[in-house]
Nanobody, 121 residues
Framework: QVQLVESGGALVQPGGSLRLSCAAS????????MSWYRQAPGKERELVAS????????KYAESVKGRFTISRDNAKNTVYLQMDSLKPEDTAVYYC??????????????WGQGTQVTVSS
C-alpha cells in the first residue's frame, strides 16, 4: 500500500530556513517522479517543486526558484525540500506527491497528509 509521510514543518521567522522530508513506502520509489505542493488558507493547491526518478529533470515554481531545493535519496525512499530565505507568503500546508506510472499511458498520483509551515515574526 502506497504511503507518504511528510515531516519537518514548523514555525520560523522570515529569512529563516527549514527542511521538509517525505518518507515513502509501498511502491518502487526509484521509479517514481516526486513533487512538493502547498496550499495556503483560502488558496488553491500549487506545485512548488518536482523531481523525476532519475533526478535529471528538476523544476520549481517561479515564486520559490533560487530559495528552495528539492532532492531525493532513493536508498532511503525519501524526498526533501530545503527551504531558505523563507517569506510569510510561504506559509501553507506542504504536501508530498508521488506519480506512479504502471503503464506507458497511465499514471497515478498519491498524496501524503501534509505538514504545516508557518513563516511569521
Amino acid at each position: 500500500q502506497v504511503q507518504l509521510v511528510e515531516s519537518g514543518g514548523a514555525l520560523v521567522q522570515p529569512g529563516g530556513s527549514l527542511r521538509l522530508s517525505c518518507a515513502a513506502s509501498g511502491f518502487t520509489f526509484s521509479s517514481a517522479a516526486m513533487s512538493w505542493y502547498r496550499q495556503a488558507p483560502g488558496k488553491e493547491r500549487e506545485l512548488v517543486a518536482s523531481i523525476q526518478s532519475s533526478g535529471v529533470s528538476i523544476k520549481y515554481a517561479e515564486s520559490v526558484k533560487g530559495r528552495f531545493t528539492i532532492s531525493r535519496d532513493n536508498a532511503k525512499n525519501t524526498v526533501y525540500l530545503q527551504m531558505d530565505s523563507l517569506k510569510p507568503e510561504d506559509t501553507a500546508v506542504y504536501y508530498c506527491d508521488a506519480k506512479i506510472r504502471p503503464l506507458r499511458d497511465v499514471s497515478f498520483d498519491y498524496w501524503g497528509q501534509g505538514t504545516q509551515v508557518t513563516v511569521s515574526s
